[in-house]
């Protein structure tokens, strides 16, 4: 059972030049003007992995900027063969169907080496092979629709005995399970994994400036002096703008309960607590800035359900900050 996870967006972005204002996205690939009459960003807008994405593309050349966005989108297409949960012929729904996966492409071998890498600093609550307790919970309210209460403790830990990823093994030659039952989800990194692949094409084709967010939001600035404000928007009310951060070259993700909730009241969410199950919203919301977009993605999506101390452990050894909104909407922040 695969359940498509709605993501919604509590990110706004911006362009900001020194002095100017900022450029809005638009619906297809054209070129615009900044204050300085030099050739301006060719934006593209669209869909990848079943959300909205953006690319910002700055450079001299009309054509060769529809090239690039091509090969852009083209990498982001391998990368959903390999990691989207809703595509039957995807490699992850191999390994899921069957257990075991024989030669698994590179990129697969390195989001689960960065994965593993995350479980073992947030002591599992960055966990991966989550998806039996995704499939239980859906199937409990789906037979449940109109209840507030969880499901049973018993119910709970059956499912739990499906999950860790201290279970899954790997290396270059094979991924295996070593339980029944069980399946991974790369929802809480693949976006962030894949939005800094197309970083990397086009940094390898001579793109000295770029926005890219594939789920998930990465700067590009390799002549400096070009800031992108990222707003961090209200978790109730995504009109309300609360904090502008500014971003250069790092990596920024988001998650939040509010995202996708399972019941109608609202009580339980799509972030889990791996280890005990639990669904329930620690925080308004979590925002992660950091080295890179995966694992921006991967903290923001393991801080929602942990402590603040925990937090400020894993943000300080990853040199990551971190802003919290609280349930009353109040920032705090962790560097």
């Known amino acids: 059972m695969n359940i498509p996870l709605s993501r919604r967006r509590f990110l706004a972005m911006s362009a900001v030049v020194a002095g100017g204002a900022a450029l809005p ?7 615009e003007k900044n204050n300085a009459g030099e050739a301006g960003p060719f934006v593209w807008q669209g869909i990848a992995l079943g959300s909205g994405a953006q690319l910002r593309l700055y450079h001299v050349d009309r054509r060769q900027a529809d090239e690039l966005v091509n090969k852009a989108l083209a990498e982001v297409t391998r990368l959903e063969k390999i990691f989207s949960l809703y595509r039957d012929d995807s490699v992850i729904v191999q390994l899921n169907r069957e257990g075991r996966l024989n030669n698994p492409p590179q990129d697969l071998l390195a989001l689960l080496s960065i994965s593993q890498d995350i479980y073992r600093l947030t002591k599992g609550a960055f966990d991966p092979s989550i998806q039996p307790l ?8 789906r ?3 109109n209840t507030d209460t969880p499901p049973s403790q018993v119910e709970m830990n059956q499912v739990l005995q499906q999950v860790g990823f201290d279970k899954v093994e790997f290396d270059d030659t ?3 399970f070593h339980g029944q039952g069980m399946g991974l989800s790369f929802n809480g990194i693949a976006q962030g994994y894949i939005t800094d692949k197309v970083v990397g094409l086009l940094q390898k084709n001579g793109v000295e400036q770029a926005l890219v967010d594939m789920g998930e939001i990465r700067g590009l600035d390799m ?3 070009r800031t992108w404000q990222v707003g961090i928007r209200n978790p109730q009310d995504e009109k309300d703008v609360l904090l502008n951060v500014p971003l250069q070259n790092e990596g920024f993700a988001t998650s939040s309960g509010y995202g996708t909730v399972m019941d109608e009241a609202g009580k339980f969410t799509h972030l889990f ?7 329930t919203p620690r925080y308004g919301s979590m925002s992660v800035m950091a ?4 694992l921006a993605d991967a903290c923001s999506t393991a801080f929602s359900v942990m402590p603040e101390d925990e937090i400020r452990h894993a943000a300080q050894v990853k040199r990551a900050k971190v802003w919290l909104v609280m349930p009353d909407n109040q920032i705090k922040v962790i560097v």
Do not use: C, I, K, M
């Not at 995704?134 to 309210?141: H, R, S, T």
């Not at 607590?273 to 669904?279: A, F, I, K, L, Q």
């Open 291 to 294: 080295e890179t977009a995966a």
């Open 134 to 141: 995704w499939n239980f919970y859906a199937d409990y309210f």
């Open 223 to 225: 002549r400096g002096g």
């Open 25 to 31: 996205f638009v619906l297809s690939l054209q070129a």
């Open 273 to 279: 607590d791996p280890r005990s199950g639990v669904s």
């Open 174 to 176: 094979f991924v295996r």
């Open 143 to 145: 037979r449940h629709p």
